[in-house]
């Protein structure tokens, strides 16, 4: 059996890009929730956890939908950036970042609400700018949370299949990360590369986790 | 020299109230914000930290002006040079007793200043440990010492002693006073304590319902009008039993227990938990030398 | 604890000490403080103030003759007894205002004492406290 890395490879980068982007616009983005009296405030929960409790597919659908070049925002996208997201990497890594959203600030913005708030008082009040306060004492205080949020989004982005199906479709080497191939490969009857990919994602998946209880574990001593 | 008015409503047990308070405190002065919880002392001291700001207000300290809500006007806490004892501590878990302190320090300070804190805190052996491995005595004493290490021109204690046991109260007590004294620095606690505001206060506010009802040094505060008698205690009752006649009460002065007479319309009026003032003419104690 | 209200008469002290005479109603009474009209505001001749006394250190006697150190000597009547088996409360009638003592029950069997009778309460000058103004209680 001639083994193909690719899709592997693929589903690592997009996890491992996915979760980057996820780490600079969601720990900030918890800290806000975390911390706004905003009126909408339920709303902006709600909407950040829609991808638990919707089918993949659904949200993939309306991704698709708005990436198309038929749409304005397609179209905008192309015009103004000049990408374009339908059954691209790009897209992906776009889908990935929302539908992973949620994995990643919930823990965080617990954590945050859970730090007393006088810590970030007395921050101010030694002096300490609020980029100080956030680099220098909540962020190194949330840090078991930082982890398993980290974690989990890039644990899930690596086992997601529906989104990723629906706009990024098949293509080797753009869009046919790890997932995609599994079911390729089983459609094909070919069960030994799909066992393969089927086991490395298990194994993989499986020491992560085992990872982050490891390292909580010794957090909390 | 420090002049405050401050003006806000506030949400209560007991519903809405005004917090309404002017403060006119000289250089060096330690001063005590005393009352019951819910009268607004630490929003008062949290407004002068500039962590809350109140609907109308005015604050100008040492010819600065810190807050005028009228000429919008209002500092952050950090443009304020404020030390503040939150009641948590609100020690930073991740940085070491030194960590603590030297993040408290200003921008090109020079860090000695650390290891006279330390030193004067008798924290040196404790400056590797984290906050979580410290007993309450010592986070409190970390606490102080972070207060200080700005170099503050105000210090505020918001009800610092309230989580420790009687002796360790009483040691902090003499370091918080020797330490105020040292430096020179303008205090305000926030305390419910009788006798931690008689120990450490100059001058006491006493506050109901978000106002300032009385205030005056803590003698002619406490003390039912002016008596001649020279030896004085607060205490709390602790039992009232009657004794022929009379009956005694256990009185809970200090971390001493006395018993004290008193007769049967005195002892009605009286519960335990109840704070008294113990007066004797300067002529009844006798006096025995200790060792 | 005994209220008496009066206005002060004289004062006489040195450094540390005063001498203070007040007047309640036609009697005077005398205090010894360990305070002068230069750390007590209140201690000038003419203001108002309340005597304080513990009602175990009123001394009552009866038929008393020749010469004695205590000061405050003032004529009561007995208005009742409260008997108790070491202790016993006498409360007195002065010139219409309540006092109180507590002597020992035994004192009271020797005196024979019983409500009605005309006696004498006695106060010594330092076991008497000042307090500025009227104060009922």
């Known amino acids: ?221 | ?291 | 604890m005994n209220r008496l209200k009066g206005q002060i008469a004289a004062i006489d002290s040195n450094s540390h000490m005063s001498l203070v005479d007040v007047t309640v109603g036609d009697d005077v009474f005398t205090a010894t403080l360990l305070e002068t009209p230069e750390t007590a505001e209140y201690l000038k001749v003419g203001s108002k103030v309340t005597l304080l006394f513990k009602e175990t250190e009123v001394s009552l006697a009866k038929n008393l003759g020749g010469l004695i150190s205590l000061r405050n000597r003032i004529p009561v009547t007995i208005s009742s007894i409260e008997r108790g088996n070491i202790l016993s409360a006498v409360t007195l009638d002065y010139a219409g205002q309540p006092l109180m003592s507590v002597i020992t029950t035994r004192s009271i069997d020797r005196m024979q004492l019983a409500a009605g009778d005309a006696i004498e309460a006695l106060i010594k000058a330092n076991e008497i406290a000042l307090m500025a103004g009227h104060h009922d209680r």
């Open chain 1, 1 to 221: 059996m001639t083994v193909d890395w690719q899709p592997l490879l693929l589903t690592f980068k997009l996890a491992s890009v996915t979760t980057a982007i996820l780490l600079c616009i969601g720990v900030p983005f918890a800290w806000w929730l975390a911390n706004t009296r905003m009126r909408f405030k339920p709303a902006i929960e709600a909407l950040v956890s829609m991808p638990l409790v919707l089918p993949p597919s659904v949200l993939g659908f309306y991704l698709l939908l708005a990436f198309s070049p038929e749409h304005w925002f397609g179209q905008w996208l192309d015009r103004v950036a000049g990408l374009r997201l339908a059954f691209s990497f790009e897209g992906l890594v776009v889908a990935s970042v929302i539908f992973s959203f949620p994995f990643l600030v919930h823990p965080v913005q617990a954590a945050f609400q859970n730090l007393p708030r006088s810590l970030t008082d007395a921050a101010r009040v030694l002096g300490k700018s609020n980029w100080q306060t956030f680099m220098h004492v909540l962020l190194p205080n949330i840090k078991p949370a930082l982890l398993s949020g980290t974690v989990l989004a890039f644990a899930h982005t690596v086992g997601e299949f529906g989104v990723v199906l629906m706009i990024g479709g098949n293509l080797p080497n753009e869009t046919r990360v790890a997932s995609i191939a599994i079911y390729d490969e089983v459609e094909a009857l070919n069960y030994a590369a799909a066992n393969f990919y089927a086991a490395v994602l298990f194994c993989l998946s499986f020491l992560i986790l085992l990872l982050v209880y490891f390292v909580n574990r010794k957090a909390l001593k």
């Open chain 2, 1 to 291: 020299m420090i002049r405050a008015t401050i003006n806000m409503r506030l949400h209560g047990t007991n519903g809405e109230f005004q917090l309404d308070a002017s403060l006119n405190i000289a250089e060096g002065e330690f001063i005590a914000l005393f009352g019951p919880s819910g009268v607004g002392k630490t929003t008062l001291l949290r407004c002068l930290a500039g962590l809350e700001l109140p609907e109308q207000g005015n604050i100008v300290i040492s010819g600065e002006t810190w807050l005028d809500t009228a000429a919008r006007i209002n500092l952050a806490p950090q443009q304020r040079h404020i030390g503040y004892m939150f009641q948590d501590y609100a020690l930073f878990p991740n940085m070491t007793v030194r960590g603590n302190l030297e993040f408290a320090l200003r921008k090109d300070r020079n860090k000695k200043r650390i290891d006279e804190l330390l030193a004067l805190m008798d924290l040196g052996e404790l400056q590797q440990r984290k906050p979580e491995t410290l007993s309450g005595g010592q986070k409190q004493r970390v606490a102080l010492a972070r207060a200080l290490a700005s170099e503050p021109s105000l210090l505020l204690l918001d009800e610092p002693f309230s989580a420790l046991d009687a002796e360790m109260r009483t040691r902090l007590h003499d370091e918080i006073l020797r330490l105020q004294r040292h430096f020179g620095i303008t205090t305000i606690i926030v305390s419910h304590d009788v006798g931690e505001v008689y120990k450490l206060a100059s001058r006491v506010m006493m506050m109901e319902g978000g106002r300032i009802v009385r205030q005056g040094s803590p003698n002619d505060v406490f003390s039912v009008g002016q008596t001649s008698g020279k030896f004085r205690f607060s205490g709390e009752i602790l039992a009232i039993e009657p004794m022929d006649v009379l009956f005694s009460l256990t009185v809970l002065v200090g971390n001493q227990i006395v018993r004290v007479v008193a007769m049967k319309d005195e002892a009605s009026a009286l519960h335990p938990g109840d704070r008294v003032m113990l007066v004797s003419k300067a002529f009844n104690p006798m006096v025995l030398k200790l060792d």
